[in-house]
């Protein structure tokens, strides 16, 4: 008896056996939804912590710490964002946070840190940090120089001019800023540079995902010479993102200027990691063309997490550096293997 064509419709083709059955599905799952399993290791993190330290890290007051350190990280964050995305990658972002900070402090210092002041410290702020971007832009696009080498010299000459600047010793910020802005909170409960964070990361969102300046973003980071025969000015857009993580690191300096009261040159030293850190372990990567605003939220809160947990317990800070170091090392190899195409 032979088949027809409508017969052989009707053959119901048995599935092909699934190698190491639900669990191994399950794990395929998690892995293809990066932020799906960052975020339960955040929530892992918080758990692991709160059953350590009891109260003393589940509480109100440690949570809005965590949110306000997490917040000044998300900034510089998010403009290693939308730099990994293009195929780039930023060393500076800790070293520009604190130039601008020194700026805006010295800004308003001249002006009397009245509110006129405060403001045009803040526009101050984020030029400066806004044309370290450009230059980086321009040293990687015009001076072909590759991103690790620019961003990194341009780290050093912008600690270099801070301490120029101050001197070496931290300026302090006008007692309103740190009073309104570092510990105020938007109904008694929320804090200012906490809100600020989020409206920027939703702005960031939108302008990552809905705009035309987002789809060439990863269009550039996909293929360069794809974007630029489909008419992509790549030169000229790189140089935009550069300066647009310049800017947001510049309103992370006069955040952080507003809540620790004084310029805190030496207290960025691992921002760039973090920043790095926080963008990877948010599904972004490294070789460009993949990345999201939400994964880089929950990236930021990692390290902070792991570095609040670690004070609260009393594990040394050596340890703090070691541990963020090989969170870094494991997110860059997941990275990795997820680029290589390598199934379990």
Sequence with gaps: MSLTDNDLDTVAVPAAPDPGGAVARWWRRLRRGQVTWIALILIALIALFALIAGDSFASIANARNIAMSASILLLISLGQLFIIVTGGIDLSGGAVLVFSGVVASTVMNSLGGTLGGIL???V???????AWG?????LVTKARIPPLIATLGSMGMAMGLALVITDGIDDRAPLALAKELGVGRAFGIVPWIVIIAIAIGIAMAVLLNETVFGRHTFAIGASKAAAERTGIRVDRHLMKVYALAGALAGVAGFLALARFGTTTISGHVEDNLKAITAVVLGGASLLGGMG??????????????LLNGFVITGVQAFWQQFAIGLVLVIAVYLDRRRNAGVRD
């Design 124 to 130: 101050a702020g984020i030029l400066a940090g806004a």
């Design 120 to 122: 045009a410290g803040l």
């Design 292 to 305: 999201t605003v939400t994964g880089t939220v929950i990236g930021a809160l990692i390290p902070v997490v």
């Design 134 to 138: 450009l230059v980086n832009g321009l």
